[in-house]
């Protein structure tokens, strides 16, 4: 690990300061205590990874719109890198060098009844199934690191997450962070298990492999993709793309990797105009939800 650069990808919903949805939603009372937990749990993160010896460490901000993080109360070493961007590495532009990566405070695929908000790229969506089995984001976000030769080995997120994401890729080094809702409603056991939980993150992460034990991951192709939304109303909605649809269930088939993962988000996000606009467009949303996430604070 030495000299290397490390890029933490941080998500709320596993992190120790998400424990309802409420806590997940921009601007809500409970998000920013929220954002405040997940700021702490990437210093805590960030810190373990300078002490073993990184020259440098980059935080993705991957939930919602990427604005969660507080840039004030991050460690001044970590570089934030928050909204989205069409490439290079599709969502998380720049990938500033990184050797290795860290998926922190993820969530279980949508479907994944004993997870803790569970999903895969949209609550509106019930469950993307690939090829035959349910699709969680771990996996897309691990298969555009390892087209950029930068490997995954560490996860951490609900204990159904953890689960999940070792069925596909077992060499990682796996933290469970678990929400007990009896634990939420006691204030003083709640902060007494955050502590507790992000003491355990750290000595997990000082776990995290030499780079010889660090295989790539890619989703294999071709792809049978089914995107099972809750409503077919929505599915409706979301498919001006013309992909064969049957009720609820928008399908596609196709060779490429990119490919598939252009179509969840166009599916999943887009509607036709911005899609096509994107490279204008996202720059915008990125102005706009920065001013929004700097009102909350
Ligand atoms: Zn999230």
Known sequence: MKGEIAYVV??????????????????????????????????????VLFEKGVRGVVVKDFHRTGYNLIPKYLDRRVRLVSGYYAGPAIGYGKLYGADFALFVGLHAAGGNGSGFLSHTLTSRIAEIVV???????????????????VPVCFFSGCPAACQEVLEKMDWLVAYEIAKDPEIYKDERKRQEYIRRKRQGLIEKVKEVSHPEKRPLFFMKPPFDCQVIFNQETEARRMNPWGFPQEGRIVRFQTEEFLELYQNLLKIAYFPKLAYYLRSVVLPLTRFGWKIQSLKHL
Do not use: C, M, Y
């Not at 090829?131 to 030769?149: I, M, P, Q």
């Open 131 to 149: 090829n035959g089995k349910r699709l969680g984001e771990a996996e897309l976000f691990a298969t555009v690191l390892s087209s950029f030769n």
């Open 10 to 47: 941080a998500d709320l919903e596993g992190s120790t300061g998400a424990w309802t949805k409420a806590h997940t939603l921009l601007g809500t009372p409970e998000w920013q205590e929220a954002r405040v937990e997940l700021t702490r749990d990437i210093n805590a993160v960030a810190d």
